[in-house]
């Protein structure tokens, strides 16, 4: 049983969530019904992800209640803009084949079009008439939240952004916390990088008798972020959520966080743009 948190509005959310990247079509709902089967309760997608269609196939094909079951989305830059975001929305709910989204997320915040407060005001009333249960950002800054914050007076419930240990993200995770924001990590094992043969990981591995994800994802966990691992596999879907039977030491977090050298992509958010 993977533990939860309290959201800042109350939800209780998951410590490790599912991602869904690439995972589409049948063979995409087969895996996210894996997904469920295995444990996991929070599922990621994203209108630019082209899958929405198959988490709702999972999710009514799942014998876990829906009220068990927390789907999150993400509203694309194209869509940036109040009455736009309304009707994005609607798309989504469609798509998914579900009557709520638990978790909606502003997916990039395209400063350069600058319409993202007025998206925000939109996902509160989507929030205030029921059609949508939580609301937060994803790839936002310290002073995109604080604009957020000081131009609506609503505190997002989650901020979902690249994290793992060659980008710890220590100032944003403390300005999160200060604010009661949950902090989430995407692609939380650096993929397509060397960070699972790192020594350090290798070695607290076989300390702790884990796989290096596992060291990985009990980093996140510690840290208190949400990461969200992708797998179609059954067997590496189970064992990424098996992180909860061991602990890592706080020197063991601190060496695993000196591996920090930065982005591994190009997502700054102040310059880059999703639509």
Do not use: C
Not at 63 to 87: C, F, N, Q, S, W
Not at 187 to 196: F, I, M
Not at 248 to 259: D, F, G, Q, V, Y
């Amino acid at each position: 049983m993977i533990p939860t948190v309290a959201l800042n509005d109350g939800t209780q959310f998951p410590q490790l969530g599912f991602g869904t990247y690439g995972l589409n079509d049948a063979a995409g709902a087969e895996a996210i019904l894996a997904a469920i089967d295995s444990g996991y309760r929070l599922l990621d997608t994203a209108v630019n992800y082209g899958n929405e269609e198959a988490v709702g196939e999972a999710v009514r094909r799942s014998e876990i209640g829906r009220d068990d079951l927390l789907v999150a989305t993400k509203i694309p830059g194209r869509d940036h803009g109040y009455e736009e975001t309304i009707a994005s929305s609607r798309g989504s709910l469609a798509r998914l084949g579900l009557d709520r989204i638990d978790l909606y997320l502003i997916h990039w915040p395209n400063p350069r079009i600058d319409k993202y407060v007025d998206t925000w005001r939109a996902m509160i009333a989507l929030q205030e008439e029921g059609t949508v249960s939580s609301i937060g950002v994803s790839n936002f800054t310290e002073g995109m939240l604080t604009r957020l914050i000081d131009e609506t007076g609503v505190v997002p419930a989650v901020n979902q952004v690249e994290l793992h240990p060659y980008l710890p993200q220590s100032a944003l995770r403390a300005f999160d916390g200060r604010n009661g924001i949950r902090t989430e990590s995407w692609s939380p094992l650096a993929r397509r990088s060397e960070l699972l043969e790192e020594q350090t990981i290798t070695d607290l591995a076989s300390r702790h008798q884990v796989s290096p994800t596992q060291i990985v994802l009990r980093w996140h966990v510690q840290l208190g972020t949400t990461p969200i691992p992708k797998s179609a596999d059954p067997v590496r879907q189970r064992e990424n959520a098996d992180v909860f039977g061991f602990s890592l030491a706080e020197e063991e977090i601190a060496a695993i966080s000196r591996l920090e050298r930065g982005r591994l992509w190009d997502s700054d958010p102040e310059t880059h743009e999703e639509f």
